[in-house]
């Protein structure tokens, strides 16, 4: 999530002495400019008094009001940044798990298969482990940067048209995988605000229905839909044997689990998204058989629309 939506240019960077020095400054404000104007107005004398006390209890009143004001705001902040760093150390636990088993796993592939080389004894078998071990190496650095663009990038929102992005997008994505069948329904307008890296995590999703699936023709179905209510409902589906339990919690609660497939990484690359997009994913069963992601959206009225 993005955080407090209060404008945060009122009470920037809210430190205890700032604090303190607002309290002073306004403190002494009031006192001094209600004395001179108390006393050029009355008398000395009991409704002076009564006056002076009156304006002692409204000076605390608003000064409590406004240090509560602050104080909220504040811990506010705090709060949000103790959350971005609980969700930055789960992030960079899976980065890291994931990078060292298939690191690990992969160089052992290929450093057997180079001994094998060595000897003399290797065959097309082996070259093809040696080639699947380097081009899964590669997909997980991309994956890596794209993850590392995304935390980097947390506060880089934009409002797009969902329907535009993805007519290009499929585009696209019907050269990256030939053999599947990519289908879409788009309605006239979608807009959205969103964080970035919105394309990567489309082909996340479509590279996950294609790569599991059991069939040498995999049919993936990409829709959009509005909501009145003010969502914009994205679903990825797929005639395949479906997503384990597993990848599920990934998706819907951001749950760490020991996926060490570089696929693992791609799945959280969608649940960051959703999450700086202040978006909600669920994963649905599809009929007679697949999975649905089901991501939802905030929807955008502004004109301008990139």
Request: proline letters at 5%; one cysteine or more.
């Amino acid at each position: 999530m993005n955080g407090p939506t209060m404008d945060r240019s009122l009470f920037a960077d809210l430190t205890p002495a700032r604090i303190a020095l607002v309290y002073v400054v306004v403190g002494g404000a009031w006192i001094a400019f209600s004395d001179r104007l108390l006393v050029a107005a009355l008398p000395p004398g009991p409704l002076f008094d009564a006056v002076m006390t009156g304006k002692g209890w409204v000076f605390v009143g608003v000064s409590g009001v406004l240090l509560y004001g602050m104080v909220s705001y504040r811990d506010e902040q705090l709060r949000a940044t103790r959350m971005e760093l609980e969700r930055s150390k789960t992030q960079l636990s899976v980065l890291h798990r994931v990078l060292r088993h298939n690191l690990r796993n992969h160089c052992t592939v290929i450093k057997s298969c180079s001994d094998l080389i060595e000897t003399g004894r290797v065959d097309e078998a082996d070259m093809e482990r040696i080639r699947r071990a380097t081009d899964d190496l590669v997909a997980l650095s991309e994956k890596s940067r794209h993850l590392k663009s995304l935390l980097e990038t947390a506060d880089d929102e934009r409002t797009v048209d969902l329907r535009e992005r993805l007519r290009t997008l499929v585009a696209d994505l019907d050269e990256s995988f030939p053999a599947a069948t990519i289908e879409t329904t788009l309605p006239d307008a979608a807009p959205v605000r969103i964080g970035g890296r919105f394309d990567v995590v489309v082909e996340e999703l479509v590279r996950n229905a294609v790569d599991h699936h059991d069939a040498d023709d995999p049919t993936v179905w990409i829709s959009v839909t509005t909501d009145p209510a003010g969502t914009v409902r994205l679903d990825v589906g797929d005639d395949g044997p479906g997503i384990p339990e597993m990848e599920r919690d990934v998706l819907e609660d951001g749950i760490e689990k020991p996926m060490f497939h570089s696929q693992g990484l791609g799945l959280w690359i969608v649940r960051v998204f959703v999450d700086q997009s202040d978006g909600d994913v669920r994963v649905i069963d599809n009929e007679p058989r697949g999975s649905i992601i089901r991501i939802q959206l905030p929807s955008a009225t502004e004109t301008a629309v990139a």
